[in-house]
């Protein structure tokens, strides 16, 4: 079974200071992963998504994240943050790594970002 | 804006009741997906369909269900609903329903509340 875990629930970074959102998984399987980003009171927005065409994914608003098959980790991160990016961020894996399987996400349980002036 | 539309965006009904959440996937996409979101069970997978089929089901309760029609927008039914009901549930669509091309986009949500 496929399965994420977020390290932190919450992380609060000043305004311009790197972000690093930690993420491990577990997967039978070369796993899909993704990030997704929800701002308050609305949906779900992908940010990026690992396919093992690269192990450094570039997303958007400036977001990258880094596959490291040996660690099992997918963390996120950004130079520099901005205010606008607070919001909670998902990390997700595909069920659908699995040959044959169904393509359902399973979700990790979110880390909320403080971004301070 | 993903291009899935969910309708409507809130829902206040009363315990015992049924309700219909209706979501139209992004133009070309075959797969619809739905997911609910609360503060005890953070977002989990209900249910899939794929070009009108169940493909796949996930935590999904036997008083939900759900179908997707020959147009691919889909319908989640909730029937004698319980306060727990109460949540976010998302709709997302994807091109097929498999691993390949399985970037999954998603609408906006209805949120329920369950009085």
């Not at chain 2, 804006?1 to 075959?30: E, F």
């Not at chain 2, 953070?42 to 796949?56: D, H, M, S």
């Amino acid at each position: 079974a496929q399965s994420v875990t977020q390290l932190d629930s919450h992380v609060s970074v000043s305004e311009g200071t790197p972000v690093l959102l930690r993420c491990n998984y577990s997967s039978s399987y070369s796993p899909s992963l993704f990030w997704y980003v929800q701002h308050p009171n609305k949906g779900l927005q992908l940010l990026l998504k690992y396919t093992s065409a690269a192990t450094l994914v570039k997303g958007i608003n400036g977001f990258e994240a880094e596959f490291k098959k040996s660690e099992t980790s997918f963390h996120l991160t950004k130079p520099s943050a901005h205010m606008s990016d607070a919001a909670e961020y998902f990390c997700v894996v595909s069920e659908g790594s699995e040959r044959g399987a169904t393509n359902k996400l399973i979700f990790g349980t979110g880390t909320l970002l403080a971004v301070q002036p | 804006d993903s291009g899935v539309t969910q309708t409507p965006k809130h829902l206040i009904t009363a315990t015992g009741q049924r309700v219909t959440l209706r979501c139209s996937p992004r133009s070309g996409d075959l797969s619809v997906y739905w997911y609910q979101q609360s503060l005890d069970q953070g977002l989990q997978f209900l249910i899939q369909y794929y070009n009108g089929e169940e493909r796949a089901k996930g935590n999904i309760l036997e008083r939900f269900s759900a179908q997707q029609f020959p147009d691919l927008h889909s319908e989640l039914n909730l029937s004698s609903l319980e306060l727990g009901d109460s949540a976010l549930y998302f709709c997302a669509s994807s091109r097929t329903g498999t691993w390949e091309y399985n970037e999954q986009f998603f609408g906006p949500g209805t949120r329920l509340t369950v009085l």
